[in-house]
């Protein structure tokens, strides 16, 4: 594909010797022949003095590239820079160094400048119609010398923004204001221009330019410096180049090739040699170096294999890890490296540098090959620690990459029928607590549910709706979170003593829950209570004073608190609902505590009560298992004692105050002090 | 009788040398062609590249072929290029790149005894570059002039037709040829560019305005125009030169 018009132009300047040369030089090239015929036409005036055989004789051999439509490569970047600053010269419009006459740049001026264009005029008048601006310079792309053409521009009423107060417009315009505006339009015929000061008048590239009244500091560098040049007539094109920074800039070609969009890296060339098309992708510096990596690479690679069956690990290691600088992700390295990690036992990082090698190379045998039987191996030990949802991924994707890997198949079978089994166990386990945990509640359901039930409708009304809702749909995920936290569970006992602790508690809650629903049913109970709160007193008595060597020293001093707190904590969690509960099922790596610290620094709504509950957790286990029973029916008296701790300031005190009988809410009281001091003490 | 023998044998000599010159300037067309090939396979810029050439043709301007090995010289000249442009070249690439060039399609070099004296026998020939230079290896190149004077003649065009002519292509690839001889250490920067742009304008056809002064005597006020006749005629045979050296 030639470029016709260019062709032409070519031609039409250098004349018939040219075109005979072409004819002759490009014969072979078909595009030219579809050219050829046109170009015949055109020729017949030269316009150019002297004859340049060389020159011609050139153009004509290289004409398959000069004008080929691919020859042109640079693309021109139009964003107008609003100040280049520095980064190559600014010069004055080179018209201005020609001297080119007057009537030659009004021509060139009008013909050249078009709709969009930027111009900068001083007003010169201010009509009732418009305004009238003798032009100044060019800005924007356009660089040209026209000052002292004095060209006359309108800008006419409408293209004059409002200024926002309802004044005319035009008054904010004097006589001799620089401004700037966009040509809105040009009719070249007769010479006339008209300005708008509206941004929409501008070309694209340039509409981020403000319009309007400007200062001085606002002219194009091109004008200042044009400027300057009027003044000093010693400033020539040269000198003023040189002494420009932006000569200097270190930058300035990479910069401007830029700006014409030409890269710096291949810039065109008419040898025939050096043109793109000859040069291979894998003569290039990177291609080979890469292909160098590699190769160095295995060298090493082999070395450490030749270490690693001698028994040299270590020093198998370092080779490993120097072909892996020289090239990193090299496959062979990284399925050595695997192998040897393996084989020392590190599995995870075995399985790490097999899977990064397969990434680079999926159809590596060897990378696929041990890395099924170290996943079968890292399933079996996690097996071992009961990991089995981990196991059974990690099988999987053992039989995925091999089907043929009877080991992983049949590894990946045993652990499904052993995650059912344990999953059927655990169910059934469930069950069986439900039951217990039933039969245990029902004999005391009652009589809690008495001695409870006024504090719950206080509690209620205090706490928002959406708690008791929360804890209503979290005792139900609390039973899903059973079922999954028990395969992911550490020590299936553990699991089993909390499972039981939660699903207690889970009971617990799930009925004081439904206390709300049948509080009206139980309202006639409490004038029946008080008998049943005197043997209540005795046995908290009795607990109390025996309370410290039946539960041991350790636990006893906590103890006391902790039967208030595992009270009160249940009564949390319906606030906070089972969430704590499940979430710390949940973690299979969690331990007490650190869920509890977690849970405390989060529910930080009584403080107090969540770092009992902290202690309360840990050893509530053990208190569960011995202290049920006590917890039961003591349950009651105690309730009263928690309530008084944290409802300090609920009136609900007040009406407790009347259903206790006041000896009793004695004894509750000082008990409340005492251990309001031990807590204060740790 | 003697004086006819000792003319023809002056003749003869003549011939003679500059029979041998015109060897010497095939060979060095082969080894910059070599240095700008080699440049571009290494992502080398337009102006290291140009250093890199007149680093080789300034070293051979004061010392002989018959002495330096051409192609060691010029890869040097290329290390050194990119150490004073500050476009960092790895020995390893210049090696594996021209090792390649000599032995198309070969595997890439062994880390063996082979690679570290050619890498030895670049670092060397770099000091003697540079004492041969006298370790003035810092030169003012045209690119940044054409550059800007093809800003200059743009703001003389109508848009369109500067859009539609490759002038810049045009002269930057003339320029970038330039580097095959020693044009480029015989004439200024700002004549050889000015030359290089006055070509492109030339081949298009390009009419520029007229005033008191013609474009290129404002843009260099001591050239005249034989002179850039004469520049022009020397760009124009490295063209030819080319069918005759590969």
Request: hydrophobic share 35%; aromatic share 8%.
């Given at each position: 594909?030639?470029?016709?018009d260019?062709?032409?132009q070519?031609?039409?300047y250098h004349?018939d010797?040219?075109l005979?040369?072409l004819?002759?030089e490009?014969s072979?090239?078909?595009?030219?022949k579809?050219?050829?015929?046109?170009?015949?036409k055109t020729?017949?005036?030269r316009?150019?003095e002297e004859?340049?055989p060389?020159?011609?004789q050139?153009?004509a051999?290289k004409?398959d590239?000069?004008?080929?439509?691919?020859?042109?490569?640079s693309?021109?970047?139009?964003?107008?820079?609003?100040?280049?600053?520095?980064?190559?010269?600014?010069?004055?419009?080179?018209e201005?160094f020609?001297?080119v006459?007057?009537?030659?740049?009004?021509?060139?001026?009008y013909r050249?400048?078009?709709?969009?264009?930027m111009?900068?005029?001083?007003?010169?008048?201010?009509?009732d119609?418009?305004?009238?601006?003798?032009?100044?310079?060019?800005?924007?792309g356009l660089e040209r010398?026209?000052?002292?053409?004095?060209?006359?521009?309108l800008?006419?009423?409408r293209?004059v923004p409002?200024?926002?107060?309802?004044?005319?417009?035009?008054?904010y315009?004097?006589?001799?204001?620089?401004?700037?505006?966009g040509l809105k339009?040009?009719?070249r015929?007769?010479?006339?221009?008209?300005?708008?000061?509206?941004?929409?008048s501008?070309a694209?590239?340039l509409?981020?330019?403000?319009?309007?009244?400007?200062?001085?500091?606002d002219?194009?560098?091109?004008?200042?410096?044009?400027?300057?040049?009027?003044?000093?007539?010693?400033?020539?094109?040269?000198?003023?180049?040189?002494?420009?920074l932006g000569?200097?800039?270190?930058?300035n070609?990479?910069?401007?090739?830029?700006?014409?969009?030409?890269?710096?890296?291949?810039t065109p060339?008419?040898?025939?040699g050096?043109?793109?098309?000859r040069?291979?992708?894998?003569?290039?510096?990177?291609?080979i170096?890469k292909?160098q990596?590699v190769?160095?690479a295995?060298?090493?690679v082999?070395?450490?294999v030749?270490?690693?069956?001698?028994?040299?690990h270590?020093?198998?290691?370092?080779?490993?890890?120097?072909?892996?600088?020289?090239?990193?992700n090299?496959v062979?390295?990284?399925?050595?490296?695997?192998?040897?990690y393996?084989t020392?036992?590190s599995?995870?990082?075995?399985?790490?540098?097999?899977e990064?090698?397969?990434?680079n190379c999926?159809?590596h045998?060897?990378a696929?090959?041990?890395?099924?039987?170290t996943l079968v191996?890292r399933?079996?030990q996690?097996e071992e620690?009961e990991?089995l949802v981990t196991?059974e991924?990690l099988y999987k994707?053992?039989?995925?990459?091999d089907?043929?890997?009877?080991?992983?198949?049949?590894?990946?079978?045993?652990?499904?029928?052993?995650?059912q089994?344990?999953?059927k166990?655990?169910?059934?386990?469930a069950?069986?607590?439900q039951?217990?945990?039933k039969?245990?509640e029902t004999?005391?359901?009652?009589?809690r549910?008495?001695?409870?039930?006024?504090?719950?409708?206080k509690?209620?009304r205090k706490?928002?709706t959406?708690?008791?809702?929360?804890?209503?749909?979290?005792?139900?995920?609390?039973?899903?979170?059973h079922?999954?936290?028990?395969?992911?569970?550490k020590?299936?006992k553990?699991?089993?003593r909390?499972?039981?602790?939660?699903?207690?508690?889970?009971?617990r809650?799930?009925s004081?829950?439904?206390?709300?629903?049948?509080e009206?049913?139980?309202?006639?109970?409490?004038?029946?209570?008080s008998a049943?709160?005197?043997?209540?007193?005795?046995?908290?008595?009795?607990?109390?004073s025996e309370?410290e060597?039946?539960?041991g020293?350790?636990?006893?001093?906590d103890?006391r608190?902790?039967?208030?707190?595992?009270?009160d904590?249940?009564?949390?969690?319906?606030?906070?609902?089972?969430?704590?509960?499940?979430?710390?099922?949940?973690?299979?790596e969690?331990?007490?505590?650190?869920?509890?610290?977690?849970?405390s620094l989060?529910?930080s709504?009584s403080?107090?009560?969540?770092?009992?509950?902290?202690?309360s957790?840990?050893?509530?286990?053990?208190f569960s298992?011995?202290?049920?029973?006590?917890?039961?029916?003591?349950?009651?008296?105690n309730?009263?004692?928690?309530r008084?701790?944290?409802d300090?300031?609920?009136?609900?005190?007040a009406?407790?105050?009347?259903?206790?009988?006041?000896g009793?809410?004695?004894?509750f009281?000082?008990?409340a002090?005492?251990?309001?001091?031990?807590?204060?003490?740790? | 009788m003697?004086t006819?023998?000792?003319?023809s044998g002056?003749?003869?000599?003549?011939?003679?040398r500059s029979?041998?010159?015109?060897?010497?300037s095939?060979t060095h067309?082969r080894?910059?062609?070599?240095?700008?090939?080699?440049?571009?396979?290494?992502?080398?810029?337009?102006v290291?590249?140009a250093?890199?050439?007149?680093?080789y043709?300034?070293?051979?301007?004061?010392?002989s072929?018959?002495?330096?090995?051409p192609?060691l010289?010029?890869?040097?000249a290329?290390?050194?290029?990119?150490k004073v442009?500050?476009?960092?070249?790895?020995t390893?690439?210049?090696?594996?790149?021209c090792?390649?060039?000599?032995?198309?399609e070969?595997?890439?070099?062994?880390?063996?005894w082979?690679f570290?004296e050619l890498?030895?026998?670049?670092?060397?020939?770099?000091?003697?570059?540079?004492?041969?230079?006298n370790?003035?290896?810092s030169?003012e190149?045209?690119?940044k002039?054409v550059l800007?004077?093809?800003?200059?003649?743009?703001?003389?065009?109508?848009r369109?037709?500067?859009?539609r002519?490759?002038?810049?292509?045009?002269?930057?690839?003339v320029l970038?040829d330039s580097?095959?001889?020693s044009v480029c250490v015989?004439?200024k920067?700002?004549h050889?560019a000015?030359?290089?742009?006055?070509l492109a304008?030339?081949?298009y056809?390009?009419?520029?305005?007229?005033?008191?002064?013609e474009?290129?005597?404002?843009?260099?006020?001591?050239?005249?125009k034989?002179?850039i006749?004469?520049i022009?005629?020397e760009?124009?045979q490295?063209?030819?030169?080319?069918?005759k050296?590969?």
């Open positions: 594909m030639m470029e016709r260019l062709l032409r070519s031609v039409s004349g010797s040219l005979s040369l004819k002759c490009q072979e090239n078909p595009d030219f579809n050219v050829a015929a046109d170009l015949s020729t017949s005036q316009d150019k004859v340049s060389v020159l011609e050139f153009i051999r004409a590239l000069l004008f080929a439509a691919s020859w042109k490569t693309t021109p970047a139009d964003e107008w820079q609003e100040d280049p600053g520095e980064a190559y010269a600014v010069m004055p419009p080179l201005q020609m001297e006459c007057f009537e030659e740049r009004r021509e060139l001026f050249d400048v078009e709709r969009g264009d111009l900068i005029g001083r007003i010169n008048s201010v009509r119609f418009g305004l009238f601006v003798t032009l100044l310079c060019t800005a924007g010398d026209i000052e002292d053409l004095e060209i006359k521009a800008c006419p009423l293209e409002s200024t926002g107060n309802h004044d005319d417009p035009l008054s315009y004097q006589i001799g204001d620089l401004i700037r505006a339009d040009i009719d015929y007769h010479e006339k221009l008209t300005l708008s000061l509206y941004p929409s501008l694209p590239h509409d981020k330019v403000k319009l309007g009244v400007i200062s001085k500091e002219l194009p560098l091109h004008y200042i410096r044009g400027e300057k040049v009027v003044a000093d007539s010693s400033q020539t094109y040269e000198k003023l180049l040189e002494s420009s000569l200097s800039n270190p930058l070609v990479h910069f401007l090739l830029g700006k014409l969009g030409i890269s710096d890296t291949q060339s008419l040898m025939r050096l043109q793109s098309k040069f291979k992708e894998d003569d290039f510096a990177t291609a170096r292909k990596s190769s160095w295995l060298k090493c082999k070395a450490g030749d270490h690693f069956k001698s028994g040299r270590v020093d198998a290691m370092n080779e490993y890890n120097k072909a892996l600088e020289i090239d990193t090299n062979e390295a990284l399925v050595a490296r695997g192998a040897l393996a020392k036992g599995l995870i990082k075995a399985i790490d540098d097999f990064l090698a397969l990434e999926p159809t045998r060897n696929k090959k041990y890395l099924c039987q191996e399933g079996g996690l620690e990991k196991a991924g994707r053992a039989t995925v990459l089907d043929t890997f009877q080991e992983a198949s049949e590894a990946l079978a045993k652990l499904q029928l052993r995650i089994k344990s999953l166990l655990k169910e059934l386990e069950a069986k607590e039951e217990k945990a039969t245990v004999s005391a359901e009652k009589l549910k008495i001695l409870k039930e006024e504090r719950r409708m509690k209620k706490r928002s959406s708690s008791s809702t929360s804890s209503d749909t979290s005792s139900t995920t609390s039973e899903d979170s079922a999954s936290s028990r395969k992911k569970s020590k299936r553990h699991k089993r909390r499972s039981s602790h939660s699903s207690k508690k889970h009971k809650r799930v004081s829950c439904s206390d709300k629903t049948v009206d049913d139980w309202f006639p109970a409490p004038a029946n209570t049943s709160y005197i043997n209540q007193k005795q046995s908290i008595s009795k607990l109390i309370g060597p039946s539960w020293k350790s636990r006893n001093e103890g608190g902790r039967l208030d707190d595992a009270m904590r249940s009564l949390e969690n319906v606030k906070y609902g089972a969430q704590p509960e499940a979430s710390r099922l949940g973690r299979p969690a331990n007490g505590q650190a869920t509890d610290q977690h849970r989060r529910d709504s403080s107090t009560q969540s770092e009992y509950s902290l202690k957790d840990r050893h509530s286990k053990e298992l011995l202290g049920r029973k006590r917890c039961e029916s003591e349950r009651g008296g309730d009263k004692t928690g008084d701790q944290e300090q300031g609920k009136s609900s005190g009406t407790l105050k009347k259903d206790v009988p006041s009793l809410f004695n004894i009281s000082q008990i002090e005492f251990e309001k001091e031990k807590k204060l003490k740790k | 003697s006819q023998a000792s003319a002056s003749v003869n000599e003549a011939r003679g029979a041998q010159d015109v060897e010497n095939k067309f080894v910059c062609r070599f240095i700008i090939e080699t440049g571009v396979k290494l992502g080398m810029r337009s290291p590249m250093t890199a050439c007149v680093l043709h300034r070293f051979f301007q004061s010392a072929l018959r002495v330096y090995e192609y010289v010029a890869m040097s290329i290390y050194l290029a990119g442009e500050e476009q960092h070249l790895r390893r690439d210049i090696i594996n790149v090792h390649r060039y000599f032995h198309p070969s595997e890439p070099m062994e880390l063996d082979k570290w890498r030895d026998s670049v670092v060397q020939c770099e000091l003697l570059i540079l004492r041969q230079l370790f003035q290896v030169f190149h045209p690119h002039y800007q004077y093809l800003l200059s003649v743009k703001s003389l065009l109508n369109h037709a500067w859009s002519t490759p002038i810049a292509e045009t002269a930057l690839a970038k580097y095959h001889g015989r004439y920067p700002q050889l000015l030359t290089s742009l006055y304008l030339q081949t056809g390009v009419q520029l305005p007229r005033g008191e002064l474009w290129w005597q404002v843009v260099c006020a001591d050239i005249t034989a002179q006749e004469t022009m005629s760009l124009l490295l063209y030819d030169m080319e069918a050296c590969t």
